[in-house]
């Protein structure tokens, strides 16, 4: 357990140094993304990249239940961190695609967000293995658009992963604005 850790450390200390070489101290915050949250678990692992204002590094946070390979959550590896998440695990990603409203990509959408109206893929670009399921969901909610991943080892994840899954959605918080 105390490499899994130290993993875990390792990657929460990258974000948070990322997350904080993104902020320009003589901007403040103007022009800055801030990411979506997620409400504090002891079941789940998560990381951020904090607020960011480079066009390139969407501010996001990324999630993985604790009883899982920690090695899977390396976002920065992405996908191929995919290839460490353990069967019955899930793997949540939320990004802030920026501030406005629904259009013809970004739906408008309730909160908390409904896991069984994101759209299912079996096979997508980029997929590091055949079994990896993605779930996503991009939605416009209260202003923010977001872009929502929630990923399994599994092709046929069962109801008891899924309603994991749910409650980590209904974690998770809206952008914060300053």
Partial sequence: MGKH????????????LL???????SRGNAGRLPPPSLRPSPFWFSVTTGSSNIRTLESSVW????????????????PQNLLHLSRGAVFLWATTAGRGGAN?????????LDLSSFRVDHAWEGQPAANVQQRLDW??????RLDVRV???TQHPSERLLRIAQRELDRLLLPRTW
């Fill in 5 to 16: 850790v130290a993993l875990v450390l390792t990657v929460c200390a990258t974000a948070a």
């Fill in 19 to 25: 997350g904080g070489a993104a902020a320009s101290p």
């Fill in 63 to 78: 999630a993985i239940t604790a009883r899982s390979n920690p090695a899977a959550l390396a976002p920065f590896d992405f």
């Fill in 104 to 112: 013809f990509t970004f739906r408008r959408s309730r909160w908390p």
């Fill in 139 to 144: 939605v416009a909610v209260a202003g923010w």
């Fill in 151 to 153: 990923y399994f080892a």
